[in-house]
């Protein structure tokens, strides 16, 4: 079982380039959820996706767009990166709202971006 | 909103000893779900240990529990009989059964099993 598969797993931008951080998820989960982590700072959630079709902003989402592809694919872009914008992202999904196995939360390997 | 607090940065212990992370929340829901998350050097984030607010039974899983005090708040792991593998950074997080999906991260404990 993949679960969650994100690309690229390190990628180093220069100041002003633009990017796409792709996540997929084999696991028919409705919601998926980027996440930036930083040190000392546990994981800030920047966008979510409660379904196809929707999104929202989270913590941090200034500087990020995103764009729910299908079911399967949330994909997190970065249109002119700063050097801000270096951290680790991770990518989630989960089945939604309800039980508390819905609730579950199942990560991606994460992304290390670096901007110089 | 939730917050969730974990207020010891580092820890370590020595091989099968136990160690408790801490870790206390604030909310004003109340049904919600609690998880302890643990991310390895490898970077992966891993599910530990969860719980429903509701329920008044700790949460165990083989060497890992919690201790959880509604009224206080508190949601703290026991890590039994600790092994070299549980080296990692743990996260405490919350989210709301009939809010946003949100999950609200506290800023991790960093433990060190010592051989």
């Known amino acids: 079982n993949a679960g969650v598969t994100q690309t690229p797993k390190f990628q180093v931008l220069k100041t002003g380039q633009s990017m796409t951080l792709q996540c997929a998820q084999d696991m028919n989960h409705n919601s998926m959820y980027w996440y930036r982590q930083d040190p000392g700072m546990g994981l800030r959630l920047i966008y979510y996706?409660?379904?196809?079709?929707?999104?929202d902003k989270g913590e941090v989402p200034n500087g990020y767009n995103v764009s729910r592809l299908n079911k399967r694919e949330f994909s997190l872009r970065l249109e002119s990166a700063a050097p801000s914008q270096t951290s680790v992202y991770f990518c989630?999904?989960?089945?939604?709202?309800?039980?508390?196995?819905?609730?579950?939360?199942?990560f991606g390997a994460g992304t290390r971006l670096s901007v110089l | 909103a939730q917050t969730v607090t974990q207020s010891q940065p580092e820890m370590s212990v020595q091989e099968a000893e136990t160690v408790t992370l801490s870790c206390t929340y604030d909310?004003?829901?109340?049904?919600?779900?609690l998880f302890w998350y643990k991310q390895p050097p490898s970077r992966q984030m891993i599910l530990v240990i969860r719980?429903?607010?509701?329920?008044?039974q700790n949460a165990t899983e083989n060497r890992f529990s919690v201790n959880f005090q509604k009224a206080a708040k508190s949601f703290s792991l026991k890590i039994s009989d600790s092994q070299l593998g549980d080296t990692a950074m743990y996260f405490c997080a919350a989210v709301s059964n009939f809010g946003n999906e949100k999950l609200t991260f506290g800023t991790g404990t960093r433990l060190t099993i010592i051989p």
């Open positions: 909310t004003s829901e109340n049904n919600y779900y």
């Open positions: 996706s409660a379904s196809e079709g929707t999104t």
């Open positions: 719980q429903e607010a509701y329920k008044q």
């Open positions: 989630a999904s989960s089945d939604g709202r309800g039980t508390l196995a819905k609730n579950i939360q199942y």
